[in-house]
């Protein structure tokens, strides 16, 4: 009945940490022991097919390094950056990946077949190089670049080609490396590449037939005391669920759903539900006392500056963002086209939020133009999520489709996690926003984002 009594208050993770530890230890030596069973074996095959694979490598490293010199060459021909072509020329006789793979290749006399289709992949690729010279050689005419590797100064453009005008010249350069008889060339690398792996594999699958079955019978055993740990972890992995993680993901749905959290599990979350449900009911109390018209902005539905104000009063920094929202421009706008129609662009914006943000976010209009969007339930980092919404919402405020004129907004974003208090939070987003307005508008500035 005592220990029942125990399970119904709750076991601590503590005691569950300690018992993983103590079955983890005296499993993993028993492991030990019946790998070490298998070590002389193991390295008999490892011995030979560490030289097939070295193989492998080899053969993927031509193909690789074929790879690197066309973006290095296509990044030239596009935009006539110097630096590719420096890169191109480091990989092409300094790093030598290509050559380093058919000298690995050699020393293996067993590797003859797969070593002819390698020179040839690399045959191929060394006559791609030839149609990549010419083209960057046209872009060194198109830019009139001085400083460049000798073997480009003797590749001798045609009188035709020649007499092009420079955007001509970086047309055709591109061209050269983009068209279909280029990727033609490359494909037959890859054929040949295919055709040396597949050779490289054969040799891989000629393992002694006696040390594989040597190995799985000593497999076997070790499999019995695998079987063994994988119990033992797999009950101890429940007992985790059901106290920590399935509770976890029980009170993630109910917060979603704007509940209080069920206070079951461990007896560390428990006391973390209890304290999150006394903030849940307090909150709750609060927002019941507030009346909607006291709390809305009558003009856009969002709320105002009293509603703004409860909100980041009750939040949970540690998992919310702030993104302050400013309208480009909108005094301008006002001006040329009316307040009827600056009201109508704020209550679309406003819908726009909306409909790119969760109903659990909150959306406030803090001032005639200025609007805050907490993000909550946040904990991690959402960078890219958060530019995506941003960049979505100024692509429909750039494009409308009704009779309202094209605007931007300027966003200054701050996790919770980044200030200490709650002015502090206000104060960095709004830094934040005009940094963006610095930068020219329509844009975002993170507030000292961690990487």
Known sequence: MGVFKKWEKGISLRVIQMYLIVITVIMSGIIVFCTFQLTETFMRIVKATEEHIELEKAAHELMDASDYLTEQVQRFTVNGDIRFMNEYFTEAFETNRREEAIRKMSVNNDTSAALNDLREAMKNSMELMQREYYAMRLVIEAKGYTDYPDVLKNVALSSADAALSPDDKMKLATEMVLNDNYYDKKDLIRKYMKESLAEVDKLTQN?????????????????????????????????????????????????????????????????????????????????????????????????????????????????????????????????????????????????????????????????????????????????????????????????????????????????????????????????????????????????????
């Open 207 to 451: 393992i002694d037939a006696y040390e594989l079955k040597s190995l799985h019978n000593e497999l076997t055993i070790t499999r019995i005391v695998v079987v063994l740990q994988v119990v033992s972890v797999l009950f101890m992995v429940w007992l985790t669920s059901m106290l920590g993680i399935k509770p976890v993901l029980t009170a993630v749905d109910k917060i979603r759903a704007d509940s209080p959290i069920p206070e079951t599990g461990a007896n560390e979350f428990r006391y973390l539900a209890q304290a999150y449900n006394k903030m849940y009911a307090a909150f709750k109390n609060s927002l019941e006392h507030l009346n909607f018209k006291a709390s809305h902005d009558e003009l856009t539905g969002a709320y105002n500056r009293t509603g703004y104000d409860l909100l980041i009063s009750t939040m949970d920094l540690n998992s919310t963002y702030m993104m302050l929202f400013d309208v480009d421009n909108f005094k301008s706008i006002n001006d040329t086209y009316g307040h009827e129609t600056g009201d109508k662009i704020l209550k679309k914006l406003v819908q726009i939020l909306k409909n790119s943000f969760r109903e659990d976010d909150y959306i406030c209009r803090i001032g005639g133009d200025e609007f805050v969007v907490f993000l909550i339930h946040s904990t991690e980092m959402k960078k890219e999520l958060i530019i995506g919404k941003i960049d979505q919402i100024n692509k429909a405020l750039e494009n409308p489709d009704d009779d309202l004129p094209s605007i931007s907004i300027s966003v200054g974003i701050v996790h919770g996690k980044q200030v200490d208090s709650v002015s502090s939070l206000f104060e960095k987003s709004d830094a934040a926003m005009y940094e963006s307005k610095k930068k020219g508008k329509h844009t975002y500035t993170f507030y000292d984002l961690p990487e």
